[in-house]
């Protein structure tokens, strides 16, 4: 019965997250003073070198209007948005590359975004807890504070910082990597995908090392409180080894609340990611995001955002979910 | 110590109390090696860039005052920019204006979340289950994408200030979970039924025991509100999102990107501001660890 009300309750968590997200992305644009329409409009206007008649401009309103589902009061958008949405995955044509669907845009930018995520976020949180587990194991030896001061310093540099610094030492100083990233289309062969993995190498790093010292720094922690508790000490009594109570039953113990922080700082490696990637200049939804905000595509602005939220909260949820098999006490309860 | 997971904060985890050596008396438990360092830090980097700009010979943001492309020199300590400009005052006037919006938008992070804090932990019941659902989902949107899109729809008619009032709309969730779980803890310590059964009033409570409790808390998460809001300001300014023509951490950098600074070779510009923020933000960090580890070695004592 626990476990099955956890999940219950956790997926109801993740629909009410996914409302008021998608909620907050369809007001955000109308509460502003700016109508995208307008500055459309203002652009074919500039084009056309102001060659258009007040009744051409007025029909394409109603056009513009109808295409990007601004036509209707506030709740009949409202509604045909979420319906938009849920049930075909519409956002609407691209502005600038008109007539092609956001969703196919983003579904060829999701991949490249997803992959690099995963990889990076699995090696930096496996790598760091590892760490972090050695450095609070043994927190009493010198060799532990220097584990510690790679991740004090590694902390508080924000992403943007690391991966202008890692260009700058890895691409300009000691040109190992490119300076700017080409990425190959079409047809996949193993030349193609090691140049794929050449060019990500970078970008990789970057969010490996901004990822690495949070989880050094609060692994460690956990594990100087963790050693402390009676049942270690009643295991080093009992003649437990070194190394069985480092891994059975302080790493055990230490590991819940990690995953419960990886769970919640998704949203921030999310915005790490994405700024990675317009700065590497790497082909994922960072980079449409930029591209679109820059040429005032707000159609494929919206898709991004929405499909930002959609996969982190999803992401949450599948690691949340995970937790039981982690946690036997909630399985039990 | 052990481990509340639904409460899980990280910045206590991340600053956990390790075990210090404390003086008893006087003010010298204060008084460690982090907080020491990373007070420093900040009182150079602090002084010096409110001071200093009343001495700047011409307004940094101003393009074309000097040649362009001048080397490190003794009149331009980091030489110029490909815009005219000298990089050493457009750095200063941006570590102040960094720091300025750093610690207004903590002021109002740090109102609005104690507000939203205080009131779910206390109120409790459906009310704190409803906060805490709009809490959660603040704490789990990916807050970047968002702000593009605000930063892409306002972008040329908004003010600095704007930028600031933005951070601080999307920047309050993690406070407001923070001060809510020590509102619970509190809410059931030993020494405020104490204090309340010596017939201590709520305003003798709330001044001579909560406050104090909660003070350290309150400067630690301030420092990190300071990290925050400078972080996300430079991350919208870096890709060009942000009020770029005021000098701040991040628009350096976005010229700097912008004007190709690694292929011409101008790497001052860019390295400049990279050590600026990487000292700037590990003074804030040790001086918020250093302040935490203090407080919770002076607990220790007491």
């Known amino acids: ?333 | 110590m052990s481990m509340d997971v639904n409460n899980l904060d990280p910045v206590a985890v991340v600053v956990a109390p390790t075990p210090a050596s404390a003086s008893r008396g006087s003010l010298v438990w204060l008084v460690n090696f982090r907080l020491g360092l990373g007070l420093l830090i900040l009182a150079i980097m602090g002084l010096g860039s409110f001071i200093l700009p009343n001495f700047a010979p011409v307004d940094p943001s101003l393009q074309a005052s000097y040649m362009r492309n001048l080397p490190v020199s003794g009149i331009h300590l980091l030489g110029t920019n490909a815009l005219g400009q000298d990089i050493f005052w457009f750095l200063v006037f941006g570590i102040r204006n960094s720091l300025t919006l750093g610690i207004l938008v903590a002021v109002g992070v740090t109102i609005i979340a104690t507000l939203v804090g205080l009131s779910a932990g206390y109120i409790g019941g459906k009310f704190e289950r409803i906060v805490m659902l709009f809490v959660d989902t603040f704490i789990t949107m990916p807050l970047l994408p968002i702000l593009i899109i605000l930063g892409a729809l306002i972008r040329g008619n908004t003010s600095f200030l704007t930028v600031g009032i933005i951070i601080v709309l999307f920047g309050w969730a993690w406070d407001a979970r923070t001060v809510r779980s020590m509102a619970l803890s509190l809410r059931e310590r030993e020494f405020i039924n104490m204090a309340r059964f010596s017939g201590a009033n709520t305003m003798q409570i709330l001044l001579r025991e909560i406050f104090p409790y909660v003070s350290a808390y309150m400067v630690v998460g301030f420092i990190n509100t300071v990290l925050f809001a400078i972080n996300i300001e430079a991350t919208l300014a870096v890709i060009g999102l942000s009020k770029v023509e005021v000098p701040t951490l991040g628009s350096i950098i976005f010229w700097a990107l912008n004007y190709n600074a690694l292929f011409t070779g101008q790497y001052v510009w860019l390295v400049a501001p990279i050590i600026a923020t990487i000292t700037l933000f590990l003074g804030l960090f040790l001086t918020s660890t250093g302040f935490n580890q203090a407080f919770a070695s002076k607990r220790g004592v007491s």
């Open chain 1, 1 to 333: 019965m626990g476990l099955l009300s956890f999940i219950a309750k956790r997926i109801g968590l993740y629909f009410v997250v996914l409302f008021i997200g998608l909620t907050i992305t369809f007001m955000l644009p109308r509460l502003m003073p700016i109508n995208p329409v307008d500055g459309y409009i203002g652009q074919l206007q500039s084009r056309a070198n102001g060659t258009l008649t007040s009744e051409a401009i007025a029909e394409m309103r109603v056009t513009l209007e109808q295409l990007y589902g601004l036509n209707g009061n506030v709740f009949v958008q409202y509604v045909s948005y979420l319906k938009r949405i849920v049930f075909s995955f519409d956002f609407g044509p691209s502005f600038t590359y008109y007539p092609q669907p956001v969703s196919a845009m983003i579904m060829n930018a999701l991949p490249w975004t997803l992959g690099l995520l995963l990889t990076s976020t699995v090696i930096a949180w496996t790598l760091g807890n590892l760490v972090g587990l050695v450095a609070g194991y043994f927190h009493k030896k010198k060799a532990a504070s220097i584990l510690e001061f790679v991740g004090i310093l590694l902390y508080p540099i924000p992403y943007y910082i690391l991966a202008v610094s890692m260009l700058l030492l890895l691409a300009y100083i000691f040109p190992i990597f490119p300076l700017s990233a080409t990425f190959p289309v079409g047809q996949m062969t193993p030349e193609k995908f090691g140049m794929i993995i050449y060019n990500s190498l970078l970008p990789g790093i970057t969010l490996v090392l901004a990822g690495f010292g949070w989880n050094i720094l609060s692994m460690k922690a956990l594990t100087v409180a963790t050693t402390e508790e009676p049942y270690v000490v009643y295991a080093r009594l009992k003649g437990a080894s070194n190394w069985t109570r480092m891994t059975r039953y302080v790493f055990r113990n230490a590991l819940l609340p990690q995953v419960t922080a990886l769970a919640l700082s998704l949203g921030m490696v999310f915005n790490g990611a994405l700024l990675t990637e317009m700065i590497f200049s790497y082909p994922g939804l960072g980079l449409v995001m930029r591209t679109a905000a820059n040429g005032g595509d707000y159609n494929v602005l919206y898709g991004a955002i929405t499909i930002s939220i959609i996969s982190v909260a999803t992401a949450g949820l599948v690691i949340d979910l995970l937790y039981p098999l982690l946690d036997p006490r909630i399985r039990h309860k």
